[in-house]
């Protein structure tokens, strides 16, 4: 296990070492001119503007830029610093990270806490009027982009109801909407994909020897439903960080709250390619983590997959124990 | 008194779009530590019966309209969901035809085996493991491997799995359905083999499903030839095999190739089965039957007892015209 688990972190190497390259390209060859935003259109020298380039680097090469972005970033951890502000841009994330990632992770935990139950009574009531209720729902949630859903929130609750605020993080109740917002989506398609899943497990084979063997129906769901139900719905959280990350960049524009989506918004709008290049490059990472976290967690779930990796040794004192327990009682 | 009588059992699918027929008016009987192969074509409705005598056809769209299914003088359609757990992997138990997906693919072996046993044999969970264990020995299968999940087994070995849990309770009355369809050949001899001897040791009854006239004539006392939800011919092995009367019967039979006849073409029963959702009126045969008048286009049918024991449904076996 430990040696998968080493395994899969060294993966990610190559992974993040790709995505850096990707969108220093894409930042690279996007219309648009940090130099001129900086000194304004119009009233600026050849001179000013050639030692402006040459400030910020961006008077070298593509290749050359690239190599130095990426030899700072290996071995000094270096992000570079804001064009603009002139601030590094690991300190500016040192302080928004926990903010977005502690948003998006309740945003996850709400769309698998919301989703999976509901999706779950959904399915063992198929065809009641809550099952059909609930799967219109989910479907209009699940049609809605994340920053439909904010403002649909912002109007709702925090103009209209006037009953919870609508900027910054002060107190718990600030965290609702944004959170609510970001899982949005997230918990129609959760609930919708909970409920294919567990139909397609009440359907199985085994389910029907639970049964014939005279188990108890809650215990047939519990013990035989659930858990062959929670192996696929485990998994796709993982691709569902990626989903929520990108639904809080949004959501936190428009609540106002000061975590890496604001950050990246700035930095897109002012063509300040470090900030671009160091937040995507931190968001890439957090939801390698989390996949990373994720499919640990899957071993741990799916006995198959752990019984890989159960060691020979591990196997044949579970074996021993076995045969002793046979030969105590006979 | 015969362990399981079955009498006018009537079981249908319904659908929005149709209503499925599988199981008519069905009669049958078991006696204790006897064997009846039911044997049929696929979709006769051999797995529905099965299924409704375990009370485990899927409903919806399964419904059970009507009939008694007297499992030792008690009726089981009246029973109530408690009752019937309790004689479910316990007096009576089922061999499932794949035994690739019977199993539950994420429970240790030991363990899915030992949970029949703790339901029913009012023991300890290590008294179940430990005649877990011993149920595994005895289809032939090293304890050790009891903490293996299903995917380490191969079909064969998982058969015998799913043959260790449905004996693990001595049940009185074991269903197999088709439980060597999924299987090749040389692991059928092996399994057929061991159920055998199983089912002798522990005189258990038993209802084996199949269309393999072979594998009844080499197992079965008792026969019962079912087609389009009915029961067409009925009567000892030696009765339906040398006295075949029914013309379905006999169309089944001439359709296995014969060793000592030299043919170019097998010599299939003509046409298909009736569609259950539209059943034709008077003999449900009577379309592919070689012996047709028109009373079985309309007639009104009842099974005949030809000799004692043997029963047929055919109106012209009854005026003896055949």
């Not at chain 2, 003509?270 to 070689?290: I, S, T, V, W, Y």
């Given at each position: ?15 993040l070492l790709c995505v850096v390259t990707i969108v220093f390209t894409i930042t690279y060859f996007t219309p648009g001119d940090p130099v001129l935003i900086i000194l304004g259109a119009g009233n600026y020298t050849p001179e000013a503007y050639a030692k402006k380039a040459a400030e910020l680097g961006l008077d070298r090469s593509y290749i050359g830029q690239l190599t130095t972005y990426i030899w700072n970033l290996v071995?000094k951890l270096d992000l570079g610093r804001s064009f603009l502000t002139n601030i590094p841009v690991s300190n500016e994330l040192m302080v928004r990270i926990?903010v977005s ?44 982009p994340a920053f439909v859903?904010a403002i649909?929130?912002l ?11 609508t900027t910054g ?9 944004p ?66 990350f990108s639904g809080s960049i949004i959501v936190e524009t428009i609540f106002n709250i000061t975590g890496m989506g604001t950050y990246l918004m700035g930095g897109l709008l002012g063509r300040d390619y470090p900030i671009i290049n160091g937040t995507v490059f931190v968001i890439c990472t ?45 | ?322």
């Open positions: 296990m430990t040696k998968y688990i080493i395994k899969r972190i060294l993966w990610m190497i190559p992974v071995t926990p990632f502690r948003l998006s992770l309740m945003g996850i935990a709400v769309m698998v806490s919301v989703g999976l139950p509901l999706g779950m009574i959904s399915a063992l009531k198929q065809y009641s009027i809550l099952d059909t209720t609930l799967t219109s729902i989910s479907l209009i949630i699940a049609a809605m859903m649909l929130n109007l709702i609750f925090g103009v209209i109801l006037r009953v919870l605020p993080l002060d107190s718990w109740r600030n965290y609702i909407l959170v609510v917002s970001a899982a949005g989506s997230g918990i129609g398609v959760y609930l919708r994909m909970t409920r294919t899943t567990m139909l397609e497990v009440i359907r199985q084979d085994y389910i029907r020897t639970a049964r014939a063997k005279g188990q108890i129906e809650r215990v047939v769901i519990q013990r035989h439903a659930l858990r062959n139900c929670l192996i696929p719905l485990v998994t796709v959280i993982g691709a569902f960080v990626a989903t929520v957090l939801v390698c983590t989390v996949n990373l976290c994720v499919d640990i967690a899957y071993a741990f779930i799916d006995p198959r997959v752990k019984a890989q990796f159960t060691s020979p040794r591990k196997r044949a004192k579970i074996v021993k124990e076995l045969i002793e327990v046979k030969g105590e009682a006979s | 008194m015969s362990l399981l009588e079955i009498k006018g059992l009537t079981i249908h699918y319904e659908t929005r779009e149709s209503v499925i027929s599988a199981v008519n008016g069905l009669d049958l009987s078991i006696d204790e530590s006897k064997t009846l192969g039911l044997v049929g074509e696929t979709g006769a409705g051999k797995t529905t019966t099965a299924l409704g005598v375990m009370r485990l056809v899927p409903d919806p769209p399964g419904k059970i309209l009507g009939g008694e299914i007297l499992f030792e003088g008690k009726d089981l359609l009246k029973a109530t969901d408690n009752e019937i757990r309790k004689i479910r992997g316990n007096d009576i138990s089922m061999i499932f035809q794949d035994p690739m997906t019977a199993l539950n693919p994420i429970i240790r072996i030991g363990d899915q085996i030992a949970e029949v046993i703790q339901l029913h044999g009012n023991c300890s969970k290590t008294e179940a493991m430990v005649r877990s264990l011993k149920m595994l020995e005895t289809v032939g299968i090293q304890p050790e491997r009891s903490i293996e999940y299903p995917h380490q087994f191969s079909g064969g070995m998982k058969q015998r799995v799913v043959i260790a849990m449905a004996l693990a309770c001595s049940p009185k009355l074991l269903i197999a359905d088709e439980p060597t369809t999924a299987l090749d050949v040389t692991i059928q001899a092996q399994v057929l083999e061991l159920m055998n001897e199983l089912k002798q040791q522990n005189k258990t009854s038993m209802l084996l499903i199949t269309h393999d006239l072979g594998i009844v004539a080499e197992t079965c006392d008792e026969v019962a030839i079912m087609y389009a939800g009915e029961i067409v011919e009925y009567g000892s092995l030696a009765q339906i095999f040398r006295n075949a009367l029914h013309p379905y019967t006999i169309g089944l039979f001439g359709s296995i190739p014969s060793l000592d006849k030299d043919v170019d073409r097998l010599n299939p029963i003509q046409g298909l089965m009736p569609d259950p959702a539209d059943l034709p009126e008077g003999c449900k045969f009577h379309e592919r039957c070689n012996f047709i008048d028109e009373k079985c286009e309309t007639g009104e049918l009842e099974t005949v007892e030809v000799e004692p024991g043997h029963f047929v449904r055919c109106l012209r076996v009854a005026k003896g015209e055949i």
